[in-house]
């Protein structure tokens, strides 16, 4: 005897189309990531070519003598030495008067950069994070935001100066902005300040230019207000002591033993935090120019 076949019920409709449902859910998800991953990736091959092709960055070249150096010593002090670790000694021009410091090599080739894009104004490395990247200005703060450093859409984006500043690297306060990525590009690692001992790896930053490289000491990781004065290139002796009693104060790193005055130079290294109205942010004082060698 054969059993009478059992009508569809509402339930069973409705069971079949949240599987559908679930089931589209998914494979957009799986299309969704899997897209993310390929602007990852694009992003990541284009910035290793770039290092691989243009950079050739040894990290002997990068001298960090100046922790022995007294705390008092202002960038013009340090300018004057005549002689620092046995470099030679030469007199360069520098936001607009003549200055004497020690020659650096200079790793990157700004020559063959500037023909893949004019925008080209310095290239950043962070030795404690392995962060080595071309930062660039446009007239904007939107179009690097998206596009990287060749100009391809892609929501890593690129490295890049706040078109406020002079782009030259002499405000009193130089903004680089960097997306905060999940895969550690750009700027997502510098989060890994919070973690003991990578500060001790290295207390430096560099920004390499055409003619001159320009070395700063880290003395604050913080959160702040992304609309505070820590985005003003230029401040009051009210704000900048209000800057930097939060920078000091609030720091995940302790540079306390780095005295920064009115008269120093600061960049200020900023990257989003998950939060809309707040970014992370490291800032590092001046403490040496140097004239590019090839």
Same mark, same amino acid.
């Not at 925008?119 to 404690?128: N, P, S, Y």
């Not at 690129?158 to 895969?183: A, E, L, R």
């Not at 935090?273 to 403490?287: H, I, P, S, Y």
């Given at each position: ?23 589209? +859910? ?24 770039? *290092? ?7 990290e002997a070249d990068e001298t960090e003598d100046f922790d022995a150096l007294e705390d008092d010593k202002t960038v013009q002090d340090l300018q004057n030495k005549q002689n620092i670790s046995g470099k030679e000694v030469v007199t360069v021009m520098e936001n607009g008067k003549q200055i004497t410091v ?9 020559? *063959?950069?500037?023909?893949?894009? *004019? ?15 071309? +930062? ?13 450093? *060749? ?9 890049? !100066? ?6 030259? %690297? ?16 750009? %700027? ?63 720091? +995940? ?27 992370? !942010? !490291?800032?590092?004082?001046? +403490? ?7």
């Amino acid at each position: 005897m054969s059993g009478k076949k059992r009508k569809k019920t509402f339930g069973d409709v409705l069971s079949t189309l949240l599987m559908l449902v679930a089931l589209g +859910v998914f494979v957009f998800s799986a299309y969704t990531l899997y897209g993310f991953y390929q602007e990852y990736r694009k992003s990541s091959v284009e910035y290793d070519n770039l *290092e691989n092709d243009y950079a050739s960055v040894d990290e002997a070249d990068e001298t960090e003598d100046f922790d022995a150096l007294e705390d008092d010593k202002t960038v013009q002090d340090l300018q004057n030495k005549q002689n620092i670790s046995g470099k030679e000694v030469v007199t360069v021009m520098e936001n607009g008067k003549q200055i004497t410091v020690p020659t650096m090599r200079n790793p990157i080739d700004f020559t *063959e950069l500037k023909q893949k894009n *004019e925008d080209i104004v310095g290239w950043l490395r962070i030795r404690a994070l392995g962060i080595s990247y071309p +930062v660039v200005q446009g007239e904007d703060n939107d179009f690097y935001l998206h596009r990287t450093f *060749e100009k391809e859409d892609n929501f890593a984006g690129c490295i890049f !100066v706040n078109c406020d500043n002079s782009g030259n %690297f002499t405000d009193q306060n130089t903004i680089i902005y960097g997306h905060n990525m999940k895969d550690g590009s750009m %700027f997502g690692k510098l989060k890994k300040f919070r973690e003991e001992g990578v500060f001790d790896k290295s207390k430096y930053f560099w920004m390499f230019t055409p003619d001159l490289i320009y070395e700063y000491r880290i003395f604050s990781a913080t959160v702040v207000d992304k609309t505070g004065i820590t985005y003003q290139s230029f401040f009051t002796q009210e704000d900048f002591d209000t800057l930097m009693q939060h920078a000091f104060e609030t720091s +995940v790193i302790d540079g306390s033993d780095v005295d920064v005055n009115m008269n120093d130079r600061i960049m200020t290294l900023s990257t989003c935090t998950g939060d809309d109205a707040t970014r992370f !942010v !490291v800032m590092g004082k001046l +403490v040496q120019i140097y004239a590019s060698k090839k």
